[in-house]
């Protein structure tokens, strides 16, 4: 192939610290002008304490990777809290051991990130343009990635030391592709229409409060920064844009695009560079009588072009080896290049295709213009008054409205909402998890909260509502479909249970059915993946005891909210390796000692949290 591949550093580690450090830089960080001395920690792993502003962070980090999928926010806070922790009980164990990465790989990791580099190269005018925007030192950033790159190391050193071999994997498939042969009754809820006494209702609402209270629900007042806002106020006249649209010109700009076809002669060790350089100035002489595609169909040693006339496609400056490039950029449609050399050989180029590139003309872009202008000439105010906010909202912690007269904002107010649900600004979790705080709940200013990279938020408690019942004539109806489906729920759960034995005491699933009105399902090799049953249901198949000679293995299991079954399980074949598996033994078992790499790791971090001194504020956050 002509196309030299420029490897980086960019395994799934590498990532994992671009996105550890891409969110910081993402957010211009006002909401550190505070500190965190004013709020209670909602988390600690020895002496580290951590605030909910770190696990806002924590969680806008670790939802990323469910972007699209219907997952709980809480359950992700809560997944997110338990990664910061581990991450940080790792950190302190590396350290107690004193583990380092040397100054130099720090050094070298750090040049890689897209961050710091300007057309593909480390900047050292970029790097410390971007943290001193982070209001952070060059040393404690890199001690940061050291942290980092020794707990990578760590992590290696253990993953990497576990193998399978051939008998683990062959174990494993056993396993995996094990049939198993059921029958099954399928019981559904029954429809009750007795209705609970008035007696059954009220104790049923005494016991049961729970399911009919309200959370607690605040309103907040606050003050909103947004840079848009302030853009807008920015004065633009044509003079002051004609200059801008000078400054940022190649944003506007398509460039060229070039289509090149090729005949490649190899230099090869049967063949000198002598020989080739030959041949490539024969076939020129060629090419004045043939089609150029026909003769790279007959001569050109790069089979995979020669196959569509020498074809290359379109080209892009830096795709191609330099010597190749020079040309192939300077061609005029329809011309053929004379040999040109690289590491491959001798080429023979022709470009096939032109189009120009152009400069979208001023006119045309004014109007987009106009408002990049306005938002970068804004957003060194935007940043003012964000520290502006920030120390008023902090000095004068009841009330936002020092706040308010100094930058000239309206304070604003939202509807009731949940922690966790709301609307307009209360629709972003980060907000409600502020509302919610002790700090704001006491009555004080929250911190600066960042809604996105250009508008921030300070909350001041409205109005609180705490969790109450709702009265039982408003629930009524509730409570008497709660009734009823528990009544159901337990009449099911009695005929299952009575099935069930009746078959343990040997009697036929058939037989059973036949009086109880019910079908038999059979299934004969059912297989782990069958999508036919819940995946609970298939767990419960495959864990339950092999047959013992005649007598089937009886247990019971919830299809779905309205359906149980009672499953007799008679048959098992233990699972073969198929063809194509057995060909792919050495990559599978390759993976398999990474997967029990993991669980060494996954066994190593369990220990080290359990002998961490973690602590936990509240398990709602």
Avoid: C
């Amino acid at each position: 192939m002509l196309t030299k591949i420029r490897e980086k550093a960019q395994g799934a580690f590498a990532w994992g610290i671009i996105l550890l450090i891409a969110v910081p830089f993402a957010l211009w960080g006002i909401q550190n002008y505070t500190g965190t001395s004013q709020e209670t920690p909602v988390a600690s792993v020895g002496s580290k304490d951590f605030f909910q502003q770190d696990l806002n962070k924590a969680y806008e980090q670790y939802s990323q990777n469910f972007q699209g999928l219907n997952i709980d926010e809480q359950v992700l806070k809560t997944e997110a809290l338990k990664k910061l922790i581990k991450d940080e009980a790792l950190l302190q164990y590396v350290q107690s051991k004193a583990l380092a990465a040397s100054d130099e790989n720090t050094r070298d990791f750090i040049k890689t990130l897209p961050y710091f580099q300007i057309d593909g190269k480390f900047s050292e005018t970029q790097y410390k343009s971007m943290l001193a925007a982070q209001r952070m030192s060059s040393p404690e950033f890199v001690n940061r990635v050291r942290s980092a790159l020794i707990m990578e190391q760590f992590q290696h050193t253990v993953t990497d030391s576990s193998f399978a071999t051939n008998y683990d994997v062959e174990s494993f498939f056993r396993i995996q592709n094990q049939q198993r042969g059921i029958k099954y009754l399928t019981v559904a809820l029954p429809k009750l229409n007795e209705q609970p006494t008035e007696a059954e209702q009220q104790a049923f609402y005494q016991e049961h409060q729970e399911l009919f209270k309200l959370p607690d629900q605040v309103s907040v007042d606050y003050l909103e920064l947004a840079l848009d806002d302030i853009a807008k106020t920015v004065e633009v006249n044509d003079e002051k844009l004609k200059a801008y649209y000078q400054e940022q010109k190649a944003l506007y700009a398509t460039p060229e695009r070039r289509k090149v076809s090729h005949i490649l002669i190899s230099i090869t060790d049967k063949q000198d560079a002598a020989a080739a350089l030959a041949k490539a100035q024969e076939a020129k002489k060629q090419l004045q009588n043939k089609d150029f595609a026909a003769l790279a169909a007959e001569l050109s040693d790069d089979q995979a072009s020669a196959k569509s006339g020498g074809d290359l496609g379109f080209i892009n400056p830096g795709d191609l080896e330099k010597s190749f490039e020079d040309v192939a950029l300077t061609l005029k449609l329809g011309e053929i290049s004379e040999p040109v050399r690289s590491s491959f050989g001798y080429h023979l180029i022709k470009l096939t295709q032109l189009i120009p590139g152009e400069i979208k003309p001023f006119e045309v872009v004014k109007d987009e213009l106009t408002k990049t202008y306005q938002k970068t000439q804004a957003e060194n105010q935007f940043y003012q008054s964000g520290e502006t906010l920030a120390q008023m909202s902090y000095e004068n912690p009841d009330s936002l409205q020092t706040a308010s007269d100094a930058l000239g904002l309206s304070i604003k107010q939202t509807a009731l909402f949940t922690r966790e649900n709301g609307d307009g600004i209360a629709s972003n979790p980060k907000v409600r998890d502020a509302a919610f705080s002790d700090d704001v709940l006491q009555g004080n200013n929250s911190s600066p909260v960042e809604l996105a990279g250009d508008k921030v938020v300070v909350l001041h408690l409205h109005e609180r509502k705490e969790a109450t019942v709702k009265p039982f004539a408003e629930v009524k109806q509730e409570v008497i479909s709660a009734i009823l489906k528990q009544k159901a729920k337990q009449q099911a759960d009695d005929t299952v249970n009575k099935i069930k034995a009746r078959l343990l005491a040997g009697e036929s699933i058939d037989a059973v059915a036949t009086e109880q009105k019910l079908d038999v399902q059979t299934i004969e090799n059912l297989v782990r993946t069958n999508p036919a049953f819940p995946l609970s249901v298939r767990e419960a198949i495959f864990k339950a005891p092999k047959p013992q000679g005649d007598k089937p293995s009886i247990f019971t299991a919830e299809f779905s909210p309205n359906e149980k079954i009672v499953i007799s399980l008679y048959l098992v074949k233990e699972g073969e390796m198929s063809e194509a598996e057995k060909k792919q033994m050495g990559d599978i078992r390759k993976k398999m000692s990474a997967a029990f790499g993991q669980a060494d790791l996954n066994m190593l971090m369990e220990s080290l949290l359990a002998e961490a001194d973690v602590k936990i504020a509240s398990a709602e956050k």
